[in-house]
């Protein structure tokens, strides 16, 4: 069984850029988080679908945004870059959007530089 | 606001020895304590999950302990071993999950 895919892998972009990264749950999943993860810290939450409907916001300006789609996949995309968006972007699939129901598993995360 | 503090940052454990990770926690609505383990290159990787009505769960090599009224939890690898060499996270979660700032973990040979 695939797992959660997450594209691209690794990403530059200039400060005051846009980026959008993708996400593909594990099939049957129809929860998807997004988690910033910076060097050396642990997965900070920024948001969670269930059903195409926001669940949670983690404390992100309004520059960060997501959406869901209707086979589940999500976008998570990101206005006007700065220095400190540098990091590694997580996704994770969950069947139920409460992880003591049903786990969370994460792709391996895109890493986003800004330069 | 660090809700999850987890201690210590780094350890080195001989192979065969205990390794032992602690995490505390501020907001008595967590109601789930997930453990992850992440290898480099790789997402998190959730390893053993407790709720607080229980005081101990065993899987395996693995088991948490956890201190309702203290409001800390443990992270216990019995058994060490080189391929448990990796960054592990403890977690609380009530209606989101908040990770702590890892440990990472070697095991000498």
């Known amino acids: 069984d695939a797992g959660v895919t997450q594209s691209p892998t690794h990403l530059i972009k200039t400060r005051g850029q846009h980026v959008t990264l993708r996400c593909s749950p594990i099939?049957?999943?129809?929860?998807v988080s997004w988690y910033q993860q910076v060097l050396g810290q642990g997965p900070q939450f920024i948001f969670q679908?269930?059903?195409?409907?926001?669940?949670g916001r983690g404390n992100f300006p309004d520059r960060f945004s997501a959406r869901q789609f209707p086979n589940y996949s999500s976008e998570l995309n990101v206005n006007a870059l700065l220095l400190g968006d540098s990091a590694l972007y997580l996704c994770?699939?969950?069947?139920?959007?409460?992880?003591?129901?049903?786990?969370?598993?994460f792709g391996n995360g895109t890493r986003l530089t800004v330069t | 606001q660090q809700q999850v503090k987890q201690s210590p940052q780094s350890l080195i454990v001989q192979k065969g020895g205990i390794s032992i990770i602690n995490c505390a926690y501020e907001?008595?609505?967590?109601?789930?304590f997930p453990w992850y383990q992440q290898f480099p290159g790789k997402g998190p990787a959730l390893l053993i999950a407790?709720?607080?009505?229980?005081s101990e769960k065993k899987e395996g090599r693995f088991t948490i302990s956890f201190n309702k009224s203290a409001k800390q939890f443990s992270l216990h690898i019995m058994d060490s071993q080189p391929g448990d060499s990796a960054t592990y996270f403890c977690?609380?979660?009530?209606?989101?999950?908040?990770f702590g700032k890892g440990t990472r973990l070697h095991i000498l040979p």
């Open positions: 994770a699939s969950s069947a139920d959007s409460f992880s003591y129901n049903s786990p969370l598993h």
């Open positions: 099939s049957g999943h129809k929860s």
């Open positions: 679908y269930y059903e195409k409907e926001e669940r």
């Open positions: 907001n008595t609505a967590f109601d789930y």
């Open positions: 407790i709720r607080p009505d229980v």
């Open positions: 977690a609380a979660e009530d209606d989101k999950i908040i």
